[in-house]
Nanobody, 121 residues
Framework: QVQVAESGGGLVQPGGSLRLSCAASGSIYSISYMGWYRQAPGKQRELVVSYTSGGTTNYADSVKGRFTISRDNAKNSVYLQMSSLKPEDTAVYYC???????????????WGQGTEVTVSS
């Protein structure tokens, strides 16, 4: 099956930067979508930014101009460069991947365990 792993979280001061990485591995026939989501304490998980296989990106209004997503199709990876971080960006960041393990199987969503980002002085 497909495994998803995130990395790069940590503690950063307001105004600082951080780069998150997400890699999908295992039996992968095709990936149609990769995206970053986040869940703050006591809140629902929300979309941060998505990246389709066609190259279309969709950013949440709260991160536009501060976060940038990039994708390496050869490595089945997606990255999130976060700049001008704010305390309200504090959350666990998850990578969601829509993929199919084989030609015969359907696309489904796979999630990583998440990586924690804390923005605090």
């Amino acid at each position: 099956q497909v495994q998803v792993a995130e990395s790069g979280g940590g503690l950063v001061q307001p105004g600082g930067s951080l780069r998150l990485s997400c890699a999908a591995s295992g039996s992968i026939y095709s990936i149609s979508y990769m995206g970053w989501y986040r869940q703050a304490p006591g809140k629902q998980r929300e979309l941060v930014v998505s990246y389709t296989s066609g190259g279309t990106t969709n950013y949440a209004d709260s991160v536009k101009g501060r976060f940038t997503i990039s994708r390496d199709n050869a490595k089945n990876s997606v990255y999130l460069q976060m700049s001008s971080l704010k305390p309200e960006d504090t959350a666990v960041y998850y990578c969601g991947v829509v993929a199919k393990p084989s030609a015969q199987q359907s696309f489904r969503t796979y999630w990583g365990q998440g990586t924690e980002v804390t923005v605090s002085s």
